[in-house]
């Protein structure tokens, strides 16, 4: 099987040296590989997103020496292609409609930050079936029944990243108490969750190793039992370390100060960037 890696930003900002990090890592463990390296835009947040941070992301990965096989995908020019995965969760039983905040709804569109996974749902509409499913209605993941599924043996993941390197499995607990509920769709304004869309796009693109910022570990185990209750494999997972600022923080896209396009204009060149991310050698 051809080693296969992605970089998958959302554009609703520029990109700062986290993500420059980020993406030399995958880019660099695919051609070490022998293998390939893909672009994906995870563009699901239609309000946010924009097509000039699109073109921005673009031109500093160029910049920055990075190639990539195969066209760009764009996550928003293919919402319907997710439509038959919640069609599958939904004939097993394992969805509910939810006509609670749209705030929280739309949350779902992004990526989560740094230790704060979605809140958990406290289960308002857990009751309801999908035959009372209204117009702008969303669809939540009824985890206690998905779990069910599995009996005592629920799936894991290997991880290959410095930080957790080793076998994980989810355990019910942990994803009653940190996962919850999750909402998955909802069908009147396209909103389709981040996570079930990066999930469902690693398989449709048959990434091997998904590589990202170990913040994103404690999202995973989400991923892996999405891609596991529709019957797809699941990838090896490798979360690298973060590029911090002085304070510790992880940096944000609010961080205009450390964006490239900053550095480019400042004239730093693509090996500058390597060596202040630690990757010189």
């Known amino acids: 099987?051809?080693?296969?890696?992605?970089?998958?930003?959302?554009?609703?900002?520029?990109?700062?040296?986290?993500?420059?990090?980020?993406?030399?890592?995958?880019?660099?463990?695919?051609?070490?590989?022998?293998?390939?390296?893909?672009?994906?835009?995870?563009?699901?947040?239609?309000?946010?997103?924009?097509?000039?941070?699109?073109?921005?992301?673009?031109?500093?990965?160029?910049?920055?020496?990075?190639?990539?096989?195969?066209?760009?995908?764009?996550?928003?020019?293919?919402?319907d292609s997710y439509t038959p995965a919640i069609d599958k969760l939904a004939a097993a039983d394992l969805l509910y409609p939810c006509s609670c905040s749209r705030k929280d709804i739309q949350a779902a569109q992004s990526a989560p930050q740094e230790d704060a996974l979605p809140a958990v749902y406290p289960g308002t509409c857990k009751t309801r079936s999908m035959s009372t499913r209204q117009t702008g209605d969303a669809l939540r993941l009824h985890l206690d029944r998905a779990l069910d599924t599995f009996g005592p043996d629920l799936p894991n993941f290997i991880e290959t990243g410095p930080s957790h390197e080793?076998?994980?499995?989810?355990?019910?607990?942990?994803?009653?108490?940190?996962?919850?509920?999750?909402?998955?769709?909802?069908?009147?304004?396209?909103?389709?969750?981040?996570f079930l869309a990066s999930a469902l796009d690693d398989h449709s693109q048959a990434i091997t190793h998904v590589v990202r910022g170990e913040d994103l570990f404690g999202f995973t185990p989400i991923q892996v039992l999405l891609l596991t209750l529709l019957g797809l494999p699941t990838?090896?997972?490798?979360?690298?370390?973060?590029?911090?600022?002085?304070?510790?923080?992880?940096?944000?896209?609010?961080?205009?100060?450390?964006?490239?396009?900053?550095?480019?204009?400042?004239?730093y060149t693509p090996a500058d960037i390597r060596e202040m991310v630690g990757l010189d050698g």
């Open 1 to 79: 099987m051809t080693f296969r890696t992605r970089f998958a930003p959302s554009p609703t900002g520029p990109l700062h040296l986290g993500h420059a990090y980020s993406a030399i890592i995958a880019h660099d463990m695919a051609r070490a590989n022998g293998g390939k390296f893909l672009l994906r835009m995870e563009d699901t947040d239609l309000q946010r997103s924009k097509p000039e941070y699109d073109a921005q992301i673009i031109d500093d990965l160029t910049w920055l020496g990075l190639t990539w096989d195969g066209p760009i995908l764009r996550q928003s020019t293919q919402i």
């Open 166 to 194: 080793g076998t994980h499995p989810i355990r019910r607990s942990v994803a009653t108490e940190q996962i919850g509920d999750i909402v998955l769709f909802r069908k009147s304004d396209a909103i389709v969750a981040y």
């Open 235 to 267: 990838p090896l997972y490798h979360h690298h370390t973060l590029i911090r600022d002085e304070a510790g923080k992880r940096l944000a896209k609010r961080d205009d100060a450390r964006a490239l396009s900053k550095f480019r204009a400042e004239g």
